[in-house]
Each structure stands twice: as C-alpha cells, then as structure tokens.
C-alpha cells in the first residue's frame, strides 16, 4: 500500500515536533513547510529527522521545501503558520498578522492540496480555523481546528496530578472556543468512569480544588507562554493534532473535542466551536451534541459569544 502523505505547514516547534511524531507513528511521508525564507529550517529538520529514523527504526521519507507544489496530493495538512503569543498577551492579539498568514496558506492549499484533511493550529484557533475553511471553500468536514484534545488533556493531566492515579483512567472535555472563554466540562470528566461531581461527594477531592483545576485548564496555554518566554507551548499541541490526523488517516473514528463547523449544534450556525466529534476517514463524520445544563449552556453560550466577536473582527482584518 502507498504511503500516505502528511504537509506540516510551518516549520517552528510545533511543526518540527509534528514531523518527529508523524514518522514515530509511521503516519506516512513528511513534508515541512515553511516560507522561503525559512526553507533552511524547514530542510534542516526534515534532514535531522529522517537521520533519527535508523536509531528509531521506523521508514518514511521527510523532505523540507518552501514551494506548495511540494505538498501536492497531500492526504492531511496540518497548519501551525503563523506567530505565537508572548507573556502579557492573549491569543486574540494575534489576529491581525495571522489571519494574513492563514489567507496565503489557505490560498496555497486550494491550488495544492484539494482532496486533504486540513488541521489549523494557528490562533486565534476558532477564528483561524473559520478564515481557511472559507478561503479554500473545502468541506467543513474536512477542516478542523485543534484545540478540544489539547485543552482535554491539560484537563486529564491537572486530574491525574490531583487524584494521584494513571492519565489513562481519567476523561475529561473541554468545550467552546480555544480562548479564556472555554467551558471545561466537570459533569461529563470522569476517574476510572466516576463523573467527577460524585468524587467531591465521595470526599476524594473538594470543590474548591476542582474549581482551581478548571481555571488551571483554561489559563493552560498561558501557563506554559510564561514560562518559556519566548513563545507557546508545542509538545502537547503537536501531540492532540497527531492525534487528529491518526484517526482521520486508520479512520479510527475516535471521539475528540475539536473545533467543527457548527451547523446548528448547540443553537450555533456558521461557527467554528469546540465540540466533541467523530474523525473517520470521512473527517469529521459526526457533531456529538451533548445536554448542557443552565450553568453550562450559559457559560457555552458566552464562550461563541466570544468566538463571534473575533470572527468579526477577523473578516475587518483580513479583507
Ligand atoms: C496553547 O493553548 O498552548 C496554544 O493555544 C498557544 C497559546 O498561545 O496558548
């Protein structure tokens, strides 16, 4: 059977930890992106990991270019073009100069790359995401936007910490948009399948301490900016976009919290939101619309509420 073939559009951290990831899972060739100035980078880390393969022992060929004629026929393009976030700001200050970048990248997708499955990463993420589907006119099912896994597994990983056992028996979601709005869902987070609001009523953890734990999720990428100083987090976004793309290219169907293309869900038409999906190899084959109490519904509905403010701002900014 051919090799499938993965486009990682932008050759930063993300895009360099994406590429090692891909050829561990043996996901397929490899292609890093980047523009034609950092096209050094992009050949650089392409080389640097085809020669991990013989240690690794795994087979795919990783090649760096600058040219979209380079990622034709792609099956799954993953998009971390753009700039990160420094402290002190939020994910929405980005939009002005990403939302060019995401226009060229859409642009260069559409001549090149018509039939893949595409994953923004770029933020202000719902927006983003929102910009590129409508640049390139794809299906929505076949554009989504990371962020639900990566916001899920800070969530499963502050749990963990907390209840002292195993990542593996802890499930947790985090719905809305990928900004200071999102909803991390307590009622529908589990341990071992215990909904978490029975764990505070069993004594293993108090209120209080679930509460800083959700706040501790969705300040999560904020955390991990002020610490490195010089940019935002890439191991754990690289991870929940493998992950994505894994279960688009075995169609998997596995259910992760992505941002989709609403088309009514949640009361929501139009926009981009995170919201628990099924990826198959039909990409996002289904929106799972899950019953949201009053104090979730309300908290959802301010985080759209959000989403759509920079979604208009974005339509200003990128003409
Ligand atoms: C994250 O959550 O790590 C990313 O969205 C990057 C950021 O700016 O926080």
Redesign the pocket.
């Known amino acids: 059977m051919a090799r499938k073939k993965i486009a990682l559009v932008g050759a930063g951290q993300i895009g360099g930890t994406l590429a090692l990831l891909a050829g561990l899972k043996e996901l397929g060739d490899i292609v890093l992106f980047d523009i034609p100035d950092f096209e050094g980078v992009a050949k650089g880390k392409a080389l640097d990991i085809a020669e991990a393969a013989p240690v690794e022992g795994f087979d795919a060929s990783l090649t760096g270019a600058s040219d979209y004629a380079d990622i034709a026929g792609a099956d799954v393009v993953i998009v971390t073009a753009g700039v990160?976030?420094k402290p002190g700001m939020s994910?929405d200050d980005l939009v002005g100069i990403n939302a060019k970048v995401i226009k060229a990248v859409g642009a260069g997708l559409k001549a090149h790359a018509p039939d893949a499955f595409v994953i923004v990463i770029t933020?202000p993420?719902d927006a983003m995401v929102g910009l590129m589907q409508q640049v390139t006119g794809f299906d929505p099912a076949k554009v989504v936007g990371m962020a639900g896994v990566?916001d899920s597994a800070r969530f499963r990983h502050f749990l963990a910490d907390e209840f002292k056992v195993s990542v593996e028996d802890v499930t947790a979601f985090v719905l809305g948009g990928?900004g200071d709005t999102m909803v991390p869902s307590v009622r529908y987070s589990t341990v071992a399948g215990i909904p978490l609001p029975d764990l505070v009523k069993m004594g293993w953890t108090t209120q209080e301490k679930l509460d800083q734990i959700v706040q501790r999720t969705r300040d999560?990428?904020?955390e991990?900016?002020a610490l490195l100083k010089t940019g935002?987090?890439f191991y754990a976004?690289a991870a929940s976009a493998i992950a994505m793309a894994e279960s688009y290219l075995k169609d998997k169907k596995r259910v992760l919290p992505c941002a989709a293309k609403l088309t009514g869900q949640y009361g929501v038409d139009g926009l981009y939101i995170g919201v628990p999906v099924i990826i198959g190899a039909g990409g996002v084959e289904k929106i799972i619309e899950i019953e949201l109490n009053a104090e979730e519904k309300a908290n959802f509905e301010k985080s759209v509420a959000a989403v759509q403010q920079l979604v208009e701002v974005t339509a200003k900014v990128a003409g």
Do not use: E, M, Q
Request: hydrophobic letters at 40%; a positive charge; charged letters at 15%.
């Open positions: 990160p976030r994910r933020n993420l990566l990928h999560g990428g904020a991990i900016v935002s987090a976004p």
